[in-house]
């Protein structure tokens, strides 16, 4: 390009070199408004980006009677190489300035700001003793000697490998452009240590992409896929409470709920023969209904959308891709994949849709499930699995089989194995309940009045204890005979198991219920007449920080400006060096988590804060108002799954009684 009767060699961008184009100021400015040029390789995408920079003389090609409007370009960057008798090892030639092989690569290249570090390294060297020197630009003029020296005949450098040690070494060199001194990370070479090489930039694309998948995106859009009966809608649920539970805007998107409302006939099995041209069309309106909606709700401040439809062929997974991608950059899309290999639980998903579904409402249970099969065969003609096409093989997609029992991920980055990988690995359909209650008060040991008898407290806290065990031991018992949702008994239910799985991941066999107390000697205690527990910290109360063990009404004397401020948002403001209900939320997760996870019956026993927290997510109501939730002392919560992902409550006191 030329410029003002200046000529200015534009490069292209490599892995190594990012070109700048910027606007020139007079000589001996600090700063200069620099547009910046970045690209991949290929130079198929370019965006540009205003930055400013602190330039250096040596950076640039025009250096003296810039005027504004001149176009410069970052100087090629110099090229440095580790030379003499070591590289002849790796069937170099000693002492060649232009010899590649030990060409030096940069630490951590950045257009902005370039590394002035560069590395290479020469592994499985044989031991013994060499001298090298560092060239520039494959040239001895300018090359590097001992001690940073780069003037005609400076000493060489020297590498000493000693013999009576080890046979072989592994020897990182890094140079320092800046001062011309090289240092050298020697260690025995052991294959089964691992190299220590640092990646060269011929790894950088994989990287990017990596880079580009962790990114925290504005909105997440989560695609189901899969036949129908397997159980798509139950997962799409049961992300949907844990994801509002974690204070993110989330929302289901059910594509058939679309089609009941604009079709009379959902219950024909020709209805969804793709043949059926006016079908189709009907279907597919249906569909951009429910996206269009979807995106909408995005735009209006939803965090989460969960686009719940069989999508069962790439060419619609590629629509909905591309429109919220068309839509939206700042769209994250994952696939989610639901199959059922299993023909017991594929049986039992049948019947449970069949029963609740508006498509086959007053249907005979026979002829519902003949014509849902018939349904599910015209699906099967033209269904595609998953990431098998090589269109899909470059998107985010996990396939969850048989709800859980295997999971396969593709480029599962950010929050895929931060937080919706895990869930997904812990839900089930078992019928086992959760239960929780209060701590209670810390008791003293051996508590007694002045006469010697226990005090009225301790009396009470010891009914409630017998009370509880006897509770406990009565629900286990109908637990493991109960008739369970149509099947004859727990062991024959598909999810039965008399296992619990501890913390550590061993399994406590011949066990009926997992007991998780805190650290707290008064949650233990209250165990301690039922079975044997495990104690979590992240089931410890709210630490109140400088206010620990301070009623509220005494924080609101000596600190009212803090108390006010509390009282406006009681779930996100922070006592001063404690937590907030947004930080208890935040620990608790792993715990619930693996709550979720266990098949075998759980008791928690813990504190008001905690229990608060949790009973949110079971009772599907909106976190930020946990504080609000009542937890009497002597109580019993029990919650008991119900075949749509959410929970039924039950409460019982278990505390004294005039007619106790």
């Not at 990431?387 to 929050?415: C, D, F, H, M, T």
């Not at 504080?627 to 006191?653: C, K, N, Q, Y």
Request: net charge neutral; proline share 5%.
């Amino acid at each position: 390009a030329t410029c003002n009767k200046r000529s200015v060699q534009l490069c292209r961008v490599t892995t190594e070199q990012q070109l700048y184009l910027w606007r020139g100021t007079p000589q001996g400015a600090n700063t200069k408004a620099a547009v910046g040029v970045m690209g991949d390789v290929s130079g198929q995408r370019w965006r540009q980006v205003v930055e400013k920079m602190q330039t250096k003389q040596s950076m640039w090609r025009s250096a003296e009677g810039v005027d504004d409007g001149i176009i410069g370009a970052f100087r090629a960057p110099d090229e440095y190489r580790v030379v003499g008798d070591l590289v002849t090892y790796a069937g170099g030639r000693a002492w060649d300035p232009g010899c590649n092989v030990g060409y030096m690569s940069r630490s951590f290249p950045c257009a902005v700001n370039p590394s002035n570090e560069y590395t290479c390294s020469f592994n499985h060297m044989p031991a013994g003793t060499y001298e090298f020197k560092v060239t520039c630009n494959s040239q001895w003029k300018g090359a590097y000697g001992r001690n940073g020296c780069n003037s005609p005949g400076a000493p060489n450098m020297v590498l000493d490998l000693q013999r009576n040690q080890h046979s072989h070494y592994d020897v990182l060199f890094v140079f320092n452009a800046d001062t011309g001194m090289v240092s050298t990370d020697v260690q025995p070479a052991d294959y089964y240590l691992g190299s220590r090489r640092i990646p060269r930039n011929r790894s950088f694309e994989t990287f990017q992409e990596r880079v580009k998948m962790m990114r925290e995106s504005g909105h997440l859009v989560i695609v189901m896929v899969g036949l129908p009966g397997r159980g798509k809608s139950f997962i799409s649920r049961k992300l949907s409470f844990f994801l509002a539970w974690k204070n993110i805007n989330t929302k289901v998107f059910n594509v058939g709920s679309y089609r009941r409302k604009d079709s009379e006939t959902t219950a024909d099995p020709n209805y969804f023969d793709p043949n059926n041209q006016a079908a189709m069309t009907a279907r597919q309106c249906a569909a951009e209904h429910a996206l269009k909606d979807m995106l909408s709700w995005l735009d209006e401040g939803g965090k989460v959308a969960i686009f719940d439809a069989t999508n069962s062929t790439v060419k619609r997974r590629g629509w909905v891709f591309d429109k919220c991608k068309s839509h939206s950059q700042g769209i994250a899309v994952v696939f989610l994949e639901s199959l059922c290999t299993d023909q017991r639980i594929l049986e039992e998903n049948l019947m449970e849709k069949v029963s609740t579904s508006p498509d086959f409402r007053g249907i005979p249970r026979e002829d519902a499930l003949e014509q849902f099969r018939k349904r599910i065969e015209q699906y099967e003609k033209v269904y595609e699995p998953l990431g098998e096409q090589v269109e899909e093989s470059e998107r985010a997609y996990i396939k969850l089989y048989n709800l859980s029992s295997r999971v396969l991920v593709n480029k599962p980055y950010g929050r895929i194995t931060k937080t919706l990988l895990p869930y997904l690995l812990s839900i089930h359909v078992g019928a086992r309940p959760i239960m929780f209650c209060r701590a209670g008060k810390a008791s003293r040991q051996g508590q007694l009045t002045r006469s010697g008898e226990p005090t009225d407290e301790t009396v009470l806290r010891a009914f409630f204890h017998r009370q509880l065990a006897a509770y406990i031991e009565r629900r286990m018992h109908d637990w493991k005979s109960e008739d369970v949702r149509g099947r004859r008994t727990r062991s024959n239910s598909i999810h039965s198991t008399g296992d619990v799985r501890l913390q550590d991941g061993r399994i406590h066999r011949g066990v009926d219920i997992k007991i998780m107390t805190s650290t707290l000697p008064r949650a233990m205690e209250v165990a301690e007449a039922i079975g044997p527990s495990e104690q979590y910290a992240t089931l410890n109360p709210m630490d109140k920080g400088a206010y620990a063990n301070m009623p509220m009404e005494e924080i609101e004397e000596t600190d009212p400006v803090f108390f006010q401020s509390f009282l406006k948002d009681q779930f996100t403001t922070r006592f001063p060096g404690g937590e907030s209900y947004e930080d208890v939320l935040h620990r608790l997760e792993s715990l619930l988590i693996e709550m979720e996870q266990q098949t075998a019956p759980v008791l928690i026993i813990a504190h008001e804060s905690t229990l608060r927290v949790l009973l949110a997510y079971f009772r599907g109501a909106p976190v930020q108002a946990c504080h609000e939730a009542v937890i009497p002392m002597d109580t019993l919560f029990e919650l008991i799954p119900v075949v749509g992902g959410s929970w039924l409550e039950r409460t019982h006191f278990l505390g004294y009684t005039e007619d106790a």
